[in-house]
């Protein structure tokens, strides 16, 4: 298993840019969640999705958006970058709810500037 | 308003110089207690789940157990290689299904 995978690794955006990072799991796993980490702040929600086709707001969605259309792919849109979207981005997956093992994994995040 | 807060920020330890870190919670609807070890430059690895109080887990120089209120991580005898910032999150499902993650603590073990 592959585990979950973020790409790009790197990227810089000029202020009003679009862009799409990309995420992936092969542990068909239910629920996908984006986040954003800060320093200081931890780890914030973004959007979240409980399985295919269904979406939803976290903490921090203004600016990005996502769609769930397989189980495998959560991809997140920034419609028009801008300084404050500076930041580490995590996409994570696990089961959902009331299954034993839910606990989230990780993948090794996208580091995106924004000029 | 749900809140998780880590303590201390950052931890200092010689090497075999056991300590704990405490993770305090407030939150509705608690699923689960979650610690993760995060590496520079890498994404959060997931180290133990907590569901009920006075449960307890293992693993390695590692153990976490949980209050109603609060967890402890306690690193015995830790080795360098045990530096990393480790973070703790609840799961809720109040209103929606999320993790409320700390800001974490880093640790730094000397040799």
């Known amino acids: 298993n592959a585990g979950v995978t973020q790409t790009p690794k790197f990227q810089v955006l000029k202020t009003g840019q679009s862009m799409t990072l990309q995420c992936a799991q092969d542990?068909?796993?239910?629920?996908m969640s984006w986040y954003r980490q800060d320093p200081g702040m931890g780890l914030r929600l973004i959007h979240y999705?409980?399985?295919?086709?269904?979406?939803d707001q976290g903490e921090v969605p203004n600016g990005y958006n996502v769609s769930r259309s397989t189980t495998e792919d959560f991809p997140l849109r920034l419609l028009s970058a801008a300084p404050s979207q500076t930041s580490v981005y995590f996409c994570?997956?696990?089961?959902?709810?009331?299954?034993?093992?839910?606990?989230?994994?990780f993948g090794p995040g996208t580091r995106l500037t924004v000029t | 308003e749900d809140q998780v807060t880590q303590s201390p920020e950052a931890l200092r330890l010689q090497e075999g110089e056991s300590s704990s870190l405490n993770c305090s919670y407030t939150?509705?609807?608690?699923?689960?207690l979650f610690w993760y070890r995060q590496d520079p430059g890498k994404g959060p690895e997931f180290l133990f789940t907590?569901?009920?109080a006075g449960e307890e887990k293992e693993k390695e120089r590692l153990k976490a157990t949980l209050t109603k209120k609060e967890s402890f991580l306690h690193i015995t005898a830790p080795k360098p290689e045990d530096s990393a910032t480790y973070l703790c999150?609840?799961?809720?499902?109040?209103?929606?299904?999320?993790?409320?993650f700390g800001t974490g603590t880093r640790l730094q073990v000397f040799p």
């Open positions: 994570a997956s696990s089961y959902y709810r009331d299954r034993e093992e839910n606990e989230q994994y």
């Open positions: 542990m068909n796993h239910e629920y």
């Open positions: 999705s409980v399985g295919a086709g269904i979406t």
């Open positions: 939150v509705s609807g608690l699923r689960g």
């Open positions: 907590l569901y009920s």
């Open positions: 999150a609840v799961h809720t499902i109040w209103i929606t299904d999320k993790l409320i």
